[in-house]
Nanobody, 121 residues
Framework: QVQLVESGGGLVQAGGSLRLSCAAS????????MGWFRQAPGKERDFVAY????????HYADSVKGRFTISRDNAKNTVYLQMNSLKPEDAAVYYC??????????????WGQGTQVTVSS
C-alpha cells in the first residue's frame, strides 16, 4: 500500500509560480513512476507529467512543456512539480499518483487527495 499526500497548491496570479509536493509513504513507494494529473471543473482528469523511479524517464503534456518541471527525491519519498508562467487554464485540482510509466490515468494504482491550484488573470 502506498499513501500520497499533496501540498503546495494555492492562489497565484497569471505568470506566477507554484511548487507542488507529493509525499509518499509505504514500503515500495520509491519504486513506482510518479505522475501528476489535473482536473478542472466539468472536465476529465488530464495527464500533466510523470517521472520514473530512477528519474531517468520524464514526460510532459504538450500544454505544460517548457513551463513545468517534475522531479523526485527518493531519499525523502517526495515528488515535486515546479510550475512557472502559470496561465488561467492551468487552474485545476492537481493529483499525484503512483503506478506504471504511462500517461494513462487509469493505470495508476495509488492517488493522493489532490491540491487546488487557482490562477487569477
Amino acid at each position: 500500500q502506498v499513501q500520497l499526500v499533496e501540498s503546495g497548491g494555492g492562489l497565484v496570479q497569471a505568470g506566477g509560480s507554484l511548487r507542488l509536493s507529493c509525499a509518499a509513504s509505504g514500503r515500495t513507494s520509491n519504486t513506482y513512476t510518479m505522475g501528476w494529473f489535473r482536473q478542472a471543473p466539468g472536465k476529465e482528469r488530464d495527464f500533466v507529467a510523470y517521472i520514473s523511479w530512477s528519474g531517468g524517464s520524464l514526460h510532459y503534456a504538450d500544454s505544460v512543456k517548457g513551463r513545468f518541471t517534475i522531479s523526485r527525491d527518493n531519499a525523502k519519498n517526495t515528488v515535486y512539480l515546479q510550475m512557472n508562467s502559470l496561465k488561467p487554464e492551468d487552474a485545476a485540482v492537481y493529483y499525484c499518483a503512483a503506478g506504471p510509466t504511462t500517461i494513462a490515468s487509469g493505470a495508476y494504482k495509488y492517488w493522493g487527495q489532490g491540491t487546488q491550484v487557482t490562477v487569477s488573470s
